[in-house]
């Protein structure tokens, strides 16, 4: 009689490669193509010249009202999207990255003491290099 012989080959199975792996688009906005990167540079400033001048505002106001909440959220990875936000009770400004790696600035004002002195800096004519690239959007 023959002897049967068993041979178990180790089979790894390899999972396809994602290219959108849950890594978050900021990152790999910083490796994009330079007219992109120039484009998100004048949207990131525009964001932190609007947020410098809400706290230099917010920090006029008594304690009891000053609540601020300013996130970084490059390194949160519950969202692809966030880059970084800026809260108060009355307003919010939030920086993303959507999925062409472009920035955006999205914000809204609801009976927010400082309206008037915030506003201006959503001006394009005063954002010369940013005319023509940046998407601002009020909600």
């Not at 994009?32 to 947020?51: D, F, M, P, S, W």
């Not at 009891?64 to 108060?88: G, K, P």
């Not at 005063?126 to 940046?134: A, K, L, S, T």
Request: charged share 30%; net charge positive; glycine share 2%.
């Amino acid at each position: 009689m023959k002897e049967i012989a068993f041979v178990q080959y180790s089979l790894r199975i390899r999972q396809p490669s994602n290219p959108f792996k849950r890594r978050k688009l900021w990152l790999r906005a910083e490796r994009a193509v330079k007219h992109i990167k120039v484009h998100n540079g004048c949207v990131e400033l525009l964001y932190r010249q609007l947020t410098d001048k809400a706290k230099a505002l917010y920090r006029t106001l008594p304690e009891a009202e000053r609540v601020v909440e300013d996130r970084d959220c490059r390194y949160d990875t519950t969202d692809l999207f966030d880059v970084h936000y800026f809260m108060t009770p009355s307003s919010y400004c939030y920086l993303h990255c959507d999925m062409l790696l472009h920035y955006s600035i999205e914000y809204a004002f609801g009976d927010c003491p400082f309206e008037e002195q915030l506003r201006p800096i959503f001006s394009i004519g005063h954002h010369r290099v940013v005319e023509r690239y940046i998407v601002i959007t009020q909600i």
